[in-house]
């Protein structure tokens, strides 16, 4: 339909020509309109400012023949003798060269074949754009992108081994003090370094992007988590549900911690010595932007309101803490089939989840 109404616009052939210099002119990029022959019937304003040639020199010349040779570049022969001919429109075709009085440049081409009505020959539109200083700061970021990985891989095992010199330091302490209540204190500290080691471990193997996967990443957390916490004579199962969600590397370490805490809570807590078929379901659910984090238990139960009482241990300051970072909210629920600790992030809604 536009094309059918310039033609009523511009019957004269002078008008039309008029009109299809004033889009060449106006373009802001660099622009060439060549014969088959591949000689240079116009060219843009920007085209005589950006490589700093007039007309004279340029139009009815061979595109090879401009600037002494500066466009006889191989890649852009493939361009115009063979792709544009086979496929009459060609996109985003880069090409690097020494061009004279600029130095070496990337310049992305664009190209297209325009055919007449009649058969009256055809030109081609050679369209550029330099995108040298894109591509420069492009490599430098991939460059500043690959140091980063290589320090925060190296930040990442400092951690690690200073979690495991304290957790070694603080172990010793232990076997060394009189008092069985400073023993325990000191235990329950080593136990809380190791979670958070196992934390940072686990964090680390599950970064592969900008996201991780929250499932799999808290299946990994507590399968670590039931290997250094549970005891062989413990009959107690640690398992993992949900259906999908992924959350930033520091939401997830935040995620990570606060699961190691309720969990740690719930075998301290929910279980006799002598318990059997005790089981720790920790669940994750998703819609939207709003998450869920469950810990349930089968145990014995607590009083709800646990985590609302003003002094309620270092677990629980640390759960509330984080969740408050997180910009979630801590509820406790007990009964006789145990006690769910639920983490919601904004108004979530999800069926009553069992942990047998």
């Known amino acids: 339909m536009q094309t059918t109404g310039f033609r009523k616009q511009f019957t004269a052939l002078a008008d039309a020509w008029a009109f299809a210099e004033g889009i060449v002119d106006t373009v802001r990029e660099p622009v060439l309109v060549l014969d088959k022959e591949l000689r240079v019937i116009a060219a843009s304003r920007s085209f005589y400012s950006a490589f700093k040639v007039n007309p004279e020199d340029t139009q009815g010349r061979l595109l090879y023949a401009l600037g002494d040779g500066q466009w006889d570049i191989p890649k852009l022969r493939v361009l115009l003798e063979k792709i544009i001919p086979e496929r009459g429109v060609m996109e985003g075709y880069e090409v690097e060269h020494d061009f004279a009085g600029l130095g070496h440049r990337t310049m992305c081409l664009n190209a297209r074949q325009v055919f007449y ?7 081609i539109l050679l369209g550029m754009e330099d995108v040298t200083e894109k591509r420069i700061l492009e490599r430098e970021k991939d460059d500043l992108l690959r140091e980063k990985g290589v320090l925060l891989e190296e930040l990442q095992h400092r951690i690690a081994n200073s979690l495991q010199i304290i ?10 003090v009189d008092s069985e209540e400073t023993r325990v204190h000191l235990q329950d500290a080593h136990k809380r370094v190791m979670s958070d080691a196992a934390v940072q471990k686990k964090l680390n193997a599950s970064v592969v992007g900008g996201a991780i996967e929250m499932v799999p990443y808290l299946s990994r957390l507590c399968e670590a988590l039931a290997i250094s916490m549970i005891e062989d004579n413990r009959a107690i199962k640690l398992k993992v549900v949900g259906e999908g969600g992924s959350a930033t590397s520091r939401q997830a370490e935040s995620l990570g911690l606060i699961t190691t805490e309720l969990v740690m809570n719930a075998l301290k807590h929910a279980f006799s010595d002598d318990n059997t078929g005790g089981q720790i379901t920790v669940a994750y659910d998703v819609d939207g932007t709003n998450w ?3 810990i349930v238990d089968n145990g014995v139960g607590k009083p709800d309101g646990v985590f609302a ?17 997180l910009g979630a909210q801590v509820e406790t629920s007990a ?22």
């Open 167 to 176: 957790a070694s330091i603080i172990l010793l302490k232990a076997k060394r």
């Open 117 to 123: 009505q009649g058969g009256a020959g055809t030109t």
């Open 292 to 294: 869920k984090l469950s």
């Open 309 to 325: 009482q003003p002094k309620s241990g270092l677990g629980t300051g640390i759960v509330k803490a984080l969740a408050q970072q």
């Open 335 to 356: 009964g006789p089939e145990g006690t769910t600790v639920s983490v919601t992030h904004a108004t979530f809604s999800t069926k009553a989840i069992r942990a047998a």
